[in-house]
């Protein structure tokens, strides 16, 4: 089992404020529904009854959550009059899973194993997939009087070649998207190529973006051209590429996770050299 302790960079600082009697609301002056702004990684989501959660998650510190909440809330929302029911913030984990979810006698799920969801940080549901996988193989085990690490593995096997890859490409992916530059980011919301509303029901329902042939086809012919057209710059059409291939190639590895404990040594060492850790 991995015990190294997380990194500073490898957190997220997160501040929701809660906003009732908004001015604006009912006129469409103020988002209604769920709302995400990548540039500034802020988003506006339903409250209890007609207000709303005011957020945002920024590396770094939670001062510059702050300064950058700040300056999103002049720069889209300056002067809407509102009620501040309170304010939260904390700082959670964003880094990859451990590369092994068992070890002899012990099965790791949900938040202490990282199984949140790259794009959102959210990790009920997907805590509750690896959850039903290790009741299951809990069940097994203890029934056969045997809870080593090898019957444990079940749990690593099946998750890590289903939710799990899937969770690592797009943990590989969104990082660099989210890090494009604003007229980047403009324009790949006009030109409906990521953080489309396809995108995120597609997240949200199957938990990965499916992109078919014709899909990926079309991307790439308006990446090219934004690239042509200078709606997309150097350095951005450079790091959605990269970001593409890394996603593709860590999910098909995870996807190949061993079903022997005794070939996992390898299946790390290659796994932590795609995530550039080695």
């Known amino acids: 089992m991995e015990t190294d302790p997380i990194k500073e960079g490898e957190f997220l600082y997160v501040i929701l404020q809660y906003w009732d009697d908004i001015a604006g609301k009912e006129t ?7 709302n995400f702004y990548p540039y500034h990684k802020a988003f506006v989501n339903p409250s209890y009854g007609t207000g709303a959660i005011v957020g945002i998650g920024q590396p770094g ?48 799920v949900g938040d202490a194993a990282f199984l949140t969801k790259p ?5 009920v549901t997907s805590g509750f997939e690896a959850c039903s996988i290790a009741a299951e193989t809990a069940s ?14 079940p749990l690593n096997v099946s998750y890590f070649r289903g939710q799990g890859a899937k969770f690592a490409g797009l ?30 029901e597609s997240m949200n329902r199957d938990f990965e973006v499916k992109l078919g042939p ?20 150097k350095k951005g059409f450079k790091s959605l590429l990269d970001a593409m291939k890394a996603a593709a190639e860590i999910r ?27």
């Open 28 to 34: 469409g002056d103020f988002p209604s529904g769920l």
């Open 171 to 200: 943990l590989a992916q969104l990082p660099a998207a989210a890090g494009l530059g604003r007229e980047d980011v403009n324009y790949l919301f006009r030109k409906n190529v990521i953080f489309s509303s396809r995108d995120f």
């Open 119 to 123: 794009f959102s940080g959210e990790g």
């Open 252 to 278: 098909a590895h995870y996807e190949a996770f061993p079903d022997d404990p005794f070939r996992f040594d390898e299946w790390a060492l290659a796994a932590r050299r795609l995530w550039g850790e080695v």
């Open 214 to 233: 014709v899909w990926m086809l079309a991307v790439a012919v308006k990446l090219v051209l934004g690239r042509l057209g200078g709606g997309l710059s």
């Open 61 to 108: 510190s939670l001062e510059q959550a702050e300064r950058v909440q700040d300056e999103f809330l002049a720069e889209r929302f300056p002067g809407v009059q509102h009620k501040l029911l309170r304010k939260t913030w904390g700082r959670t984990p964003y880094r990859r899973p451990p590369l092994s979810l068992v070890t002899d006698g012990l099965m790791v």
């Open 140 to 153: 097994a085990a203890l029934k056969k009087g045997d809870t080593g690490k090898r019957a444990l593995w």
